[in-house]
Structure formats: structure tokens, C-alpha cells
Nanobody, 120 residues
Framework: QVRVVESGGGLVQPGGSLRLSCAAS????????MGWYRQAPGKQRELVAT???????NYADSVKGRFSISRNNAINTVYLQMDSLKPEDTAVYYC??????????????WGQGTQVTVSS
């Protein structure tokens, strides 16, 4: 019933930028932490950045200073601004939203993923 949908991926040259968006919709009582994760071929999924409902952010060391996470609570949307992209940033990027559907029931929901390819 809860949907999480990412958009904004694509092909970009090294040093370029992309902006990813992720919107949660459906039967939502409250959205708490939202975050971005990525998975490169042959590697495990890893945390990229998270942001709490109050705006507290957390970043992987590999993206600090280059990526910025933000959110619009009014529309349950989280963004990932990616600058100075490197080939090693190439991965499928997944959005996760911690959603409460009632005041008692909460769970994490994943989006379908969006491909980011950094190549010249």
C-alpha cells in the first residue's frame, strides 16, 4: 500500500552532477528517516546518506563534501544532489523510507532503484 519511487538517474561524465528524487506515497501516518543506498555490480548494498524527519543528516565517508541529502516533509520526498561524480559512484541507487502507516505500525520501504552511471 505504501509506494516508494525514485527518479533522476542517468548517464553522466566524471565531474558532472545528478539530482535524485524519491517520493513515498500511499497509506502514510508519518515518515521518519529516509535515506539513499547504492549497490554496484558484485558488491553489497551500502549506505550513502540518511536524513531524519527533523533534518539530521548522515553521510558515507566516500561521498562527504560531494553529495547532499535533503527532504520536503510536506510531500514525503527526499532528494540526493550528487556533484563531482566519479566512476566509482556508478551503481543502482535505492531509496528507503521508514514509514508508519498507523501510530503503532511502522516499517522500512524500498524503492525500485535508479541507475547512475558515471563514465566518459
Amino acid at each position: 500500500q505504501v509506494r516508494v519511487v525514485e527518479s533522476g538517474g542517468g548517464l553522466v561524465q566524471p565531474g558532472g552532477s545528478l539530482r535524485l528524487s524519491c517520493a513515498a506515497s500511499g497509506s502514510i501516518y508519518n515518515v521518519r528517516t529516509m535515506g539513499w543506498y547504492r549497490q554496484a555490480p558484485g558488491k553489497q548494498r551500502e549506505l550513502v546518506a540518511t536524513i531524519t524527519a527533523g533534518g539530521k543528516t548522515n553521510y558515507a565517508d566516500s561521498v562527504k563534501g560531494r553529495f547532499s541529502i535533503s527532504r520536503n516533509n510536506a510531500i514525503n520526498t527526499v532528494y540526493l544532489q550528487m556533484d563531482s561524480l566519479k566512476p566509482e559512484d556508478t551503481a543502482v541507487y535505492y531509496c528507503n523510507a521508514q514509514v508508519y502507516t498507523t501510530m503503532w505500525e511502522g516499517d522500512g520501504y524500498w524503492g525500485q532503484g535508479t541507475q547512475v552511471t558515471v563514465s566518459s
